[in-house]
């Protein structure tokens, strides 16, 4: 079991940018992972995705042109850069490991996909 360690939320105007951390306790070169967030009072829902190699990358609809995920395997870490910020974006933010190595990454992944989460990182875009 990999553990994931996000940072980097916090309190920001719309319009304002943030970079989110997910560090990861193993390597994980070989694993897909994503991004979810959850608003109080709403279901978790999907962000973004990367797969093990990079070549696959997925966004929700609601933050594509806005977010962008990257990751350095290197550094066994995952990136979740966010720009242009809205209040609809203010909730709890966390990274997710699929376990499966060098599992094919799908548009349709869902939050089943990945086993391991990490505690989540408030974000709060005020208007």
């Known amino acids: 079991q990999v553990q994931l360690v996000e940072s980097g939320g916090g309190l920001v105007q719309a319009g304002a940018s943030l970079r989110l951390s997910c560090a990861a306790s193993t390597r994980i070169s070989s694993h897909n992972m994503g991004w979810f967030r959850q608003a109080p009072g709403k279901e978790r829902e999907f962000v973004a995705a990367?797969?093990?190699?990079?070549?696959?990358?997925y966004y929700a609809d609601s933050v594509k042109g806005r977010f962008t995920i990257s990751r350095d395997n290197t550094q066994s870490t995952v990136y979740l850069q966010m720009n242009s910020l809205k209040p609809e974006d203010t909730a709890v933010y966390y990274c997710?490991?699929?376990?499966?190595?060098?599992?094919?990454?799908?548009?349709?992944?869902?939050?089943?996909?990945?086993?391991?989460w990490g505690q989540g990182t408030q974000v709060t875009v005020s208007s």
């Open positions: 990367i797969s093990w190699h990079s070549r696959n990358i």
């Open positions: 997710a490991a699929d376990l499966r190595p060098y599992w094919t990454l799908l548009a349709v992944a869902t939050a089943t996909d990945f086993a391991s």
